[in-house]
């Protein structure tokens, strides 16, 4: 059985710092590309970072671009999200999610929502104080 779980959320001054992490078990994770996703209240859930199984592909939305950094360790089977000068508006539940992309598809979609994402986690809390 696949599980995927998120920890590292909390609440945050404008300006700070979090570091999430997400541990896969369950799949061979070096196999699987890993996205970060968010939802706020009253809004569609998007992908904001994703990483290819290998760490050499990376996508960033423009939201993010420049204060979060995403990285994965694979002996580990983890993902981390290392988020600086956070903003009032990162304020969302974050997700982790997990694909095993075939030779054609891209970390870019996958973060976009165009492949149908197989495994994902319950989730962690951001707040960011202004």
């Known amino acids: 059985q696949v599980q995927v779980v998120e920890s590292g959320g909390g609440l945050v001054q404008a300006g700070g710092s979090l570091r999430l992490s997400c541990t896969v078990s369950?799949?061979?994770?070096?196999?699987?590309?890993m996205g970060w996703f968010r939802q706020a209240p009253g809004q569609e859930r998007e992908g904001i970072s994703c990483?290819?199984?290998?760490?050499?592909?990376?996508y960033y939305a423009d939201s993010v671009r420049g204060r979060f950094t995403i990285s994965r360790d694979n002996v580990k089977a983890t993902v981390y999200l290392e988020m600086n000068r956070l903003k009032p508006e990162d304020t969302a539940m974050y997700y982790c999610?997990?694909?095993?992309?075939?030779?054609?598809?891209?970390?870019?979609?996958?973060?976009?929502?165009?492949?149908?994402?197989?495994?994902w986690g319950q989730g962690t809390q951001v707040t960011v104080s202004s």
């Open positions: 999610a997990g694909k095993r992309l075939s030779a054609v598809q891209r970390v870019g979609p996958f973060c976009a929502g165009s492949y149908p994402v197989t495994h």
């Open positions: 369950g799949l061979t994770f070096d196999h699987v590309a």
């Open positions: 990483i290819n199984w290998a760490g050499s592909s990376t």
